[in-house]
């Protein structure tokens, strides 16, 4: 294949996803849902008439030479994503909250991992779904690794929706909003380290059987894991230090920048290479080893700059082109995507809302805290890609993540409307 042969699709996608994500900012929506229906709405040229293998569309959409082509640069969006994520992280903020966000963060990730784990047991134990890709399922018979990640695919939270929300609300700094916030990035963190532990378990045993006590290999994953925290903080402290005396020595934010990406880019690839460690895992820690310096938000600036220029629009859009299948709205795998769904929505409300009452927040605030902590957004796609991309989770399953978003993101905001009143409290206002 040429290479201009690839620019006229890329030039649809990108089109096409600044369209629709102008088109749901102006409704209060993020732009993700924007690129998401991108890709939606390209998967549904396979159903029109003529349109098949060998025919220009098709082959410039679906064929497996273009697929390999948007899979490389999606990937290297993901890393963008999970970096500039990181970049982003206030951990200021997080030591203000104290144990509050970190209550609430746990029991919003025991919930939600719980439910969907549950969910994903059931259907796997006592119907024939196949819930991994190429694996018929059998009455009877679990893969539990598969089951644990498809738990953990929905402890992850985006609060962009949540955040936009509060500030409209004149809630933001407030003790709810202050509360969601840092509970979010905590719940990043840890929702991170399980995927780490589970796909790092995955390629260790292959069959997605682990026992810990006759098999040291699960064991050895959790010990590269926890060297490459070590690693990442011990590299990260001395980086750290060479980008302050750069930014003093010399003149030029776009060079720090530039070198930034690069040590998010390397983080990456120690981490799959060395460690065994998801990518997206090193990216992440390497904005947060970088986050709070005098230049990080412009560096995570530059970051985002350059992944919504071209990398991030194509990994959404991709979502939806490539596995969003619509066959998957019948027959068992719509009971399992409708309970897949509830397991997301609910696990966060009830986790998080019961962390905020354990902390001394009122109903309605601990209310508040649950409804801001539902909201999924790219995260919650990472994650399952990865899941995916590890022979963990099925195709199908992307269908409902997307669901997932889509749903989450009109439902939130309507409730912390409701939930929230329209000017700040008299405590808020002290804050």
């Not at 490389?72 to 500039?84: D, Q």
């Not at 309605?364 to 899941?387: F, H, Y």
Request: net charge neutral; hydrophobic share 55%.
């Amino acid at each position: 294949m040429e290479v201009y042969e690839v620019l006229l699709p890329l030039a649809c996608i990108l089109a096409m996803t600044t369209f629709f994500g102008i088109m749901a900012k102006k409704i209060g929506l993020p732009s993700v849902i924007g690129m998401l229906l991108t890709g939606i709405l390209i998967s549904l040229l396979r159903y029109v008439p003529g349109v098949e293998a060998g025919t220009p569309v098709y082959d410039a959409f679906f064929s497996e030479a273009m697929k390999e082509r948007y899979e490389l640069l999606a990937k290297i969006g993901v890393v963008l994503i999970m970096f500039s994520a990181g970049l982003g992280t206030d951990l200021k903020k997080i030591k203000a909250t104290g144990g509050a966000a970190m209550v609430i963060t746990t029991l919003g990730v025991i919930f939600p991992m719980g439910l969907g784990f549950l969910v994903a047991f059931l259907f796997d134990y006592f119907t024939p779904i196949a819930l991994i890709d190429g694996t018929a399922g059998a009455v009877g018979e679990v893969n539990l690794l598969s089951d644990l990640f498809y738990g953990a695919i929905l402890t992850a939270t985006s609060v962009s929706i949540t955040v936009a929300t509060l500030k409209e609300l004149g809630r933001l700094n407030s003790n709810v909003g202050t509360a969601i916030v840092a509970a979010a990035v905590i719940d990043d963190i840890i929702g991170i380290v399980i995927l780490s532990v589970l796909t790092g378990l995955n390629a260790s045993e292959g069959s997605g059987e682990v026992n810990f006590f006759t098999n040291p290999a699960p064991w050895m994953v959790i010990v590269k894991i926890l060297l490459f925290f070590l690693f990442a903080v011990g590299v990260g402290l001395v980086a750290r230090k060479f980008f302050r005396w750069f930014e003093k020595r010399f003149d030029g934010r776009l060079r720090v920048a530039i070198l930034a990406i690069a040590f998010g880019f390397f983080y990456a690839y120690v981490a799959e290479k060395v460690f065994g460690v998801a990518e997206i895992t090193g990216a992440y820690l390497a904005g947060i080893m970088l986050c709070g310096m005098r230049d990080s938000g412009y560096e995570g600036y530059k970051a985002d700059t350059l992944s919504l220029l071209i990398f991030t629009p194509i990994f959404f859009a991709n979502i939806g082109i490539q596995y969003f299948d619509f066959s998957s709205f019948g027959g068992i795998w719509l009971a399992f995507g409708l309970a897949y769904v509830a397991a997301a929505v609910l696990g966060k409300f009830i986790g998080c809302g019961a962390g905020g009452l354990l902390c001394k927040f009122s109903v309605r605030d601990s209310a508040q805290i649950g409804a801001g902590m539902m909201v999924r957004a790219e995260v919650v796609l990472v994650c399952a890609k990865t899941g995916l991309d590890s022979g963990l989770v099925s195709q199908s399953v992307m269908t409902y993540i997307c669901v997932i978003i889509i749903f989450t993101s009109f439902l939130v905001p309507v409730l912390l409307k409701v939930l929230m009143p329209k000017e700040p409290s008299f405590t808020d206002a002290a804050q």
